[in-house]
Structure formats: C-alpha cells, structure tokens
C-alpha cells in the first residue's frame, strides 16, 4: 500500500505513534508519505519506504496568521494525486480530519476518491471541554472519516458521551517498539546521576499544567525524606519556570535535574526505579508505557486510558489525580521493599508485551484493508 500520514510532528504521544507506525509499515514493505510542517521529531534516519513532504507557510500580508489548514488541504491534494497514495491516515481530529475531508472533496472533482481513517489521541476529543465551539467541526469531521480509531477503550466512550457519532470507533492501542525499548546495562551512567546508589525517579511530559509535574515534585520531596533518591524531569513546556522555582523553594535544586527534551528518553529510563505520570488527563498514557518496556513500574493516576495500561499492584499503583500523599506512600512502600520492585519490574515488561508493535501493527494493516474495501464515497 501506499499510505500518507498527517501528524503533528512534535514529542507529544500522538506524533510519537504516528512516526513509529509509520516506520513499522514501511519496515513491512509498504510505501509511507509523512505530510507535516516539519519533520517528525522521531524520523531520524533514512528508509528507501519513507518520504516526506513538507507543508509551507502562505506568506501574504493581508494574513495576520499563516493558514496552514488551506496550505496542508492543497499539499494532500499535491502529494495524494501525484504519489497515488491509496489510503489517508490523520491523526487528531482538529485541524487534520477537517482539512483531510476538504482535500477528499477536491480530488472528488478530479475522479479520484481516497478513504480517510482518522485516529483520536484525546486533546482533539477533551479540548471540546473548554471550548464548545469547536464540537461541531469535531463530530462532522469524525462522522466524514471512512474510519475511525481511538488509543484507548476510556477514550472511545469519551468520544461517544461527548458528541452524536454515527460512525464505528475501532480501539487500536498505542504499541512499543522492543528494539529500542529495552532494558540495557547504563550502570556508568547511573553512576554518574546517582554516584551514592540513590534511588531515580523518572518523569516525562511536555510540562503543560494538565500533567501535574508540580505533583511529580511534591511527591519526590516525600520519598527523599525518607529514602535517598534523584528526581529526572524530562521535557520541557510552559510551566518549567514555575517549576524551577517550586524546586528552589523547596530547597531541593541539586537533587532534581531538568533535562530537557531527549530523543534518546530510553537510555535515561533504564537507569530509573520508578516512573511518575500523576496527569489530570491521559488518554493512553504512552510514556507510562514506555517506562515499563525497560522494566519501570509506575506510579500514576487513576484517569482515562492509564489503567488499561499501569494495572494497580501489579505493575505499579493508581492513585486519585491530585492524592500526592497516597502517590508517595506507595512509592516509598515499593522503593523500600526491593522484592517487591523487582516483581513489578519483571510484572511492567510482561504487560508492556502486550502492546508490542508486532502485536499492535497488523491490526492496522487488517484495519486499513477493511477500509479500502469497504469505503464508500461519504458525503
């Protein structure tokens, strides 16, 4: 197949799983076109299977901001119609399923119909929360995609309370990729963060308020009065400075280090002993995910997808968003008990398993022939 991809190419989970899917169909033969502003932050190496093609600026005075909806919908229509691209793969229903239904009506008038299957992440779902105005845009352009797939079963039913879906939802998980999510031997590594032996707890996020990294901090500063520890933050977003400062506050600068964003996050979690995702909203929860593929359990929350992945005393503990107190109790109860944090070590490898992009990417491929064969020229 000849497959086009729409995504934001950013760290964030759903540019994450778009890129990764994107290398796994072309690792299986199939020809895939990223179409995005710039290049994926994970496209890092060459694949004879991978092109990309870049979505300019309109550049005219009279815009007070850059259109990208009207330069993306003309660059499908440019990239469908010349590569012959036979199916169209959009992740996030705002702006990407708008503007993929408005270059499927142009080609329309040239002959050529190509399906579009939409994938939901969540912001695309919860954003209607804050802002109404944008449910209708959303429900039409999910009702126009000749498929449609959610990260999470949590975030499937999110999409159904909130808006008048006449279409099927297919939940299709987000996976991991083995080969670069595994645990390594990094111990010159860990040394040099924690030269005493120091426990390591791991935070990943784009640092937005909805992901609660003040939480993270407050939590850290329980465990290490009772057990010596590090605090890794990893990322970077607007609530950095703030949390700088919380870290001065609290006197705790030269334990916890901010580290910016990493593309190679893997080498940083093999060296972690728990990983710390207390969101406010989550609708899969990927960096818990991959935190336990290199043998982290995880202290999280208790909202949206989360708990299809992080299973409560198993792989880690769930907790209520915003129950710091509850968070650190079961934090200190598995780094104090070194049995106990093997066996959930051993136990967040079986189920990050489960979600191996071996397992995971045939039901795309099977989803995209359904599609292909089953599509119908959609309003």
């Keep these: 197949m000849k497959i086009g991809i729409v995504c934001y190419p950013t760290f964030g989970g759903s540019g994450v799983l778009a890129t990764e899917l994107g290398k796994g169909l072309a690792d299986k033969g199939h020809q895939v076109h990223f179409i995005t502003y710039r290049q994926p932050v994970r496209l890092t190496s060459f694949h004879a299977n991978i092109f990309y093609h870049e979505v300019g600026n309109i550049d005219y005075p009279l815009f007070e901001f850059a259109p990208y909806d009207t330069a993306l919908a003309s660059k499908l229509v440019d990239v469908i119609s010349h590569e012959q691209i036979d199916i169209l793969h959009v992740h996030y229903a705002i702006p990407h399923a708008t503007v993929a239904y408005l270059a499927k009506k142009i080609l329309l008038q040239q002959g050529r119909y190509v399906p579009v299957i939409t994938t939901l992440h969540g912001t695309d779902i919860t954003l209607v929360g804050s802002d109404k105005s944008f449910a209708p845009v959303v429900e039409f352009s999910i009702n126009k995609s000749d498929g449609v797939t959610a990260v999470s079963e949590s975030l499937k039913q999110d999409t159904l309370s909130k808006f008048n879906i006449s279409t099927d ?99 940083l979690l093999a060296v972690s002993d728990l990983f710390i995702m207390p969101s406010a909203k989550e609708s899969f929860g990927l960096a818990a995910l991959e935190a336990m593929a290199v043998e982290v359990p995880v202290i999280s929350s208790n909202i949206g997808g989360i708990p299809e992945v992080n299973i409560h005393g198993e792989t880690g503990f769930l907790s209520d968003v915003g129950n710091v107190d509850e968070m650190s109790a079961n934090a200190i109860k598995l780094l104090e008990n070194e049995s106990m944090l093997q066996q959930f070590k051993s136990n967040a490898l079986a189920q990050a398993q489960n979600f191996s992009i071996e397992s995971i990417l045939p039901e795309y491929e099977n989803y995209y022939e359904h599609i292909l064969k089953t599509a119908v020229h959609n309003g």
Excluded: M, W
Excluded at 179 to 189: C, G, I, L, M, Y
Excluded at 241 to 255: F, Q, T, V, Y
């Design 169 to 267: 939802i297919k939940v299709i998980h987000n996976f991991i990729d083995f080969a670069r999510f595994k645990k390594v031997n990094k111990d010159h590594f860990k040394k040099a963060i924690a030269p005493d032996g120091e426990k390591i707890l791991t935070h990943t996020s784009n640092f937005r308020k909805v992901k609660r990294v003040e939480d993270v901090i407050q939590i850290f500063k329980r465990v290490y009065k009772k057990i010596p520890s590090k605090l890794l933050l990893i990322g970077d977003g607007p609530e950095r400075a703030n949390l700088e400062r919380l870290c001065r506050e609290i006197g705790l600068c030269s334990e916890i280090r901010f580290l910016g964003k990493q593309d190679a996050v893997e080498e």
